[in-house]
């Protein structure tokens, strides 16, 4: 099985209704809806196990606005993408893929390479898109603390724990 195969098969679980709704304020801080963001992190962790010989690690991006270049991988699989967990300014191949639907692949020059697909809710429209990222040689843990950058992790106060 290729990456293409692997992403052909994995749009079949990727419910793109439930991605659409997972972020709950696109602008304002971040809220989820936990049940819709849960079944889709499911999938994407799925998906991942199907061809494991590939190592491939399942993200899917979402615009903060239909005129903004901005995107935010907004769920994750097993791993954060290269890029980090931050909003940012979307890749060209990305960007792409947001505006016309059509595949695209990307190979980097750390041995990773990416390909985009659309994803689509039940209306036909594009809602986001799936990466299927190969080739890491290291997994970037999706935790609560890598939603927090370096100069925040000064002020984290460890919650308390009691027995």
């Known amino acids: 099985m290729d990456v293409v195969e692997l992403a052909r ?3 079949l679980f990727i419910d793109g209704d ?3 709704g997972a972020l709950i304020d696109k602008i304002g801080p971040t809220d989820y809806d936990f ?4 079944r889709v992190k499911n999938a994407l962790l799925k998906i991942e196990q199907i061809a494991p010989e590939l190592g491939a ?4 991006w979402a615009k903060y606005s ?3 270049d901005v995107v935010i ?8 993408p290269v890029e ?8 060209a ?3 792409g893929v947001f505006d016309t639907g059509i595949p695209a692949k990307i190979d980097r020059a750390d041995n990773t390479s990416s390909y985009y697909s659309a994803v689509y809710d039940s209306d036909g429209k594009r809602v986001g898109v799936f990466e299927l990222l190969t080739g890491l040689a290291e997994m970037i843990d999706v935790s609560y603390l890598d939603m927090y950058s370096p100069r925040r992790l000064d002020n984290y106060i460890e919650p308390e724990v009691t027995a």
């Open 9 to 11: 098969i994995a749009l």
């Open 18 to 20: 439930d991605f659409n």
């Open 35 to 38: 049940d819709k963001f849960n």
């Open 57 to 60: 690690r399942a993200v899917i």
């Open 66 to 68: 239909a005129e903004s």
């Open 73 to 80: 991988p907004l769920i994750a699989g097993g791993s954060l």
């Open 84 to 91: 980090g967990s931050k909003r940012q300014i979307g890749s």
């Open 93 to 95: 191949a990305l960007l």
